[in-house]
Every structure is written in structure tokens, then in C-alpha cells.
């Protein structure tokens, strides 16, 4: 837990230092990972799913609403319209192959050259957490 905390940090730093273009976005940020409650949702199991169970589910938008808010808005954008220092996630595929695409960024993050550039968050938020944001992103989807 320590671990993924400091990991968290050091990805906000750099993704701070990375921050020249977004100043709104770093006015929003909460550093620390938001507990996020899903006990309203359907229990899915500890296995990793391929796919979102929770798609088009009212509540999970709801919940996924708030917790992309505290957790991912801050460097993904509000709404999840970027400002340019990460990808905008209104442009993730739809359906099986973009539920991979994200799970594997969510569970891991990404780092290259050493740089952490978003830290993982599925050992902090967990598996519910996840399809949740995913399920409020599909709704958000736009073709570019
Ligand atoms: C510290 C900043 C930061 C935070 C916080 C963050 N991300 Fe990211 N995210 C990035 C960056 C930077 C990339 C691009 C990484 C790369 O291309 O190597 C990325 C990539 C992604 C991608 C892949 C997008 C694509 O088009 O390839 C997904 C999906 C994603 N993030 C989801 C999330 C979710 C969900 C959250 C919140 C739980 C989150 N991110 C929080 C910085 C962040």
C-alpha cells in the first residue's frame, strides 16, 4: 500500500512538472487515491474480467462519475475532456478491445524510461472501482 502511494505521488510530480498547459486541472488535484464505495454494485468476483459487467448500469455511471473525478480528472480532465497532458479518454474504443485496452492501464499505468507516467490503480481502487469509471467513460465517448 505504502508502495503504490509513493508511486502515486511521484507519477502526480512528474506529471506536474509535465504540467505547463493545464492549470485548471492542476487546481483540482487530490494527490492521494479516493476510496471509491461500490457496495451498491453487483458483486463480480477477485479474476480480472476482459469485459465491463457494469456497462450502461445507472449506478455504476454514477459512481464512475465521482470517482473519475477525484482520481483521473486530474491529469485526464474534467469530464474527461483533456487538456492535453494525457490522452482523452472520450476517444477509447467501445466494446471488448477497448475494456482491454483500459483494464490495462487502469490495473498498471504506465511508465517508460524510468518516468512513472500514471501510476496503476487497480491494487488501490480494486476491480469494481475500475469497470465503474470505464462504465461512466462509455458514456462520454466520441469519435475523433
Ligand atoms: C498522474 C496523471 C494521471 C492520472 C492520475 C491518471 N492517468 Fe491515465 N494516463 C496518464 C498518461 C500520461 C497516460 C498516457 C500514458 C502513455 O501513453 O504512456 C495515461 C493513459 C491512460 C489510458 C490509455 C489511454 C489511451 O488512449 O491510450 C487510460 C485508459 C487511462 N489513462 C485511464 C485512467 C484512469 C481511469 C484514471 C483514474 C483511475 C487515470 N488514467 C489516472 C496520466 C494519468
Known amino acids: 500500500m505504502k508502495n503504490y502511494a509513493g ?21 483540482h488535484g487530490d494527490v492521494t487515491p479516493q476510496a471509491v464505495d461500490t457496495s ?9 474480467l476482459e469485459e465491463n459487467p457494469y456497462s450502461g448500469n445507472t449506478r455504476a455511471i454514477e459512481i464512475g462519475s ?14 474527461a475532456i ?6 482523452d479518454l472520450r476517444y477509447l474504443e467501445l466494446g471488448a478491445s477497448g475494456d482491454q485496452w483500459y483494464m490495462e492501464r487502469y490495473r498498471n499505468g504506465s511508465s517508460h ?3 512513472v ?11 469494481k472501482a475500475g469497470w465503474a469509471i470505464r462504465a461512466f467513460l462509455e458514456t462520454k465517448y466520441t469519435e475523433e
Not at 66 to 79: D, I, T, V, W
Request: hydrophobic share 45%.
Open 7 to 27: 508511486r502515486i505521488l511521484a507519477g502526480a510530480a512528474i506529471a506536474s512538472l509535465a504540467l505547463v498547459a493545464g492549470p485548471q486541472i492542476m487546481a
Open 40 to 48: 451498491d454494485l453487483p458483486d463480480i468476483g477477485e479474476a480480472w
Open 66 to 79: 465521482s470517482a473519475y473525478n477525484q482520481n483521473c480528472a486530474r491529469c485526464h480532465g474534467l469530464e
Open 82 to 87: 483533456s487538456g492535453g497532458i494525457a490522452p
Open 113 to 115: 524510461d524510468g518516468k
Open 117 to 127: 507516467y500514471m501510476p496503476p490503480f487497480g491494487d488501490v481502487l480494486g476491480q
